[in-house]
């Protein structure tokens, strides 16, 4: 069975790296082609420092790249950020409808709304930043909604960094269920909160720098060091690990937005034959 999910979804799957200016990966998200369009995590809105995106689907060997491109963030975010309104969602959709991805396949999103515990589920993303696709398995341990009503999937199968924007597809009928949100665990947040705490120690010391000496040592620099390589050792440790518990956002807002987007091109077909038909 899962043989025939890696069959059906891994050329419609794809990598997000996210570049600065020296061309360096600093994010790194899975997601997916759904007609024209690559929807991902939320996360893809707000990566800080990105200067370009490169999107890449691979062949079946989940090494070799069937297609890539590389497209400034600015672009990325701003001109084709289509389908979510402030933010909201926990999900990303992208208009890609570009010569380089108009011979990949899409996935289908299922239209199924209630879903039994214990169910099987597969998953296909990038993880750890690797550019090797990979599949996974799991099952649907739990169904919950947060405050905001926004309903999510807990999927106990292993997702990590990178992870975040995979489909999560039921093997029964290809069909898109979720899709992996990033990692929301206490050791996540911990990651955070340590990163936050780590910047706002760099800037305190940046202010004070140079005004202390110990002869030709300035103590400051060293601790700007020190705090650097916390800085590193974190991003390490938070890149390389993983999780057994996940959650992945249920696909109420996304097919909404699909639902409409295809009533408005079928209005916009019939008005533009009803416009042409009138002035033959």
């Known amino acids: 069975m899962l043989t025939n999910v890696w069959k059906s979804c891994y050329a419609s799957v794809c ?8 061309g360096v990966c600093i994010d790194s998200l899975s997601g997916f082609k759904v007609g024209n369009y690559l929807v ?65 396949p899409s996935l289908t999103l299922s239209e199924q709304r ?3 515990i214990g169910l ?32 999510f999937l807990q999927f106990d199968g292993q997702v990590a960094y990178g992870n975040s924007g995979s489909p999560i597809v039921n093997p029964n009928t290809m069909g898109v269920v979720g899709i992996v949100s990033r990692r929301s665990t206490p050791a996540s947040n911990a990651y955070h909160q340590l990163k936050d705490i780590i910047t706002t120690n760099l800037e305190e010391l940046k ?14 620099q060293v601790l700007i060091a020190n705090q650097n390589q916390l800085k590193l050792l974190a991003n390490v440790i938070y890149r390389h690990s993983s999780t057994s518990i996940s959650q992945a956002v249920m696909l109420d807002g996304i ?26």
């Open 40 to 104: 991902t995590s939320q996360q893809a809105f707000c990566i800080v420092n990105a200067h370009k995106v490169q999107i890449s689907f691979v062949e079946s060997d989940a090494n070799t790249v069937s297609a890539s491109m590389k497209i400034p963030y600015a672009e990325f975010t701003k001109e084709l950020r289509i389908g979510v309104v402030q933010d909201s969602g926990h999900y990303a959709i992208f208009s890609i409808d570009f010569p380089e991805f108009k011979n990949i």
């Open 120 to 151: 099987s589920v597969a998953s296909l993303g990038f993880a750890s930043g690797y550019s090797n696709l990979s599949l996974k398995s799991g099952i649907i341990a739990s169904v919950f909604a947060d405050s905001n009503g926004i309903r």
């Open 114 to 116: 209630s879903f039994s």
């Open 255 to 280: 097919i909404s937005f699909f639902n409409n987007n295809a009533v408005s091109s079928f209005t916009n077909n019939v008005m533009d034959k009803e416009y042409k038909l009138y002035n033959s």
């Open 15 to 22: 990598q997000l790296n996210f570049l600065n200016e020296r």
């Open 207 to 220: 202010r004070t720098e140079a005004i202390v000496k110990f002869g030709d040592i300035d103590p400051i």
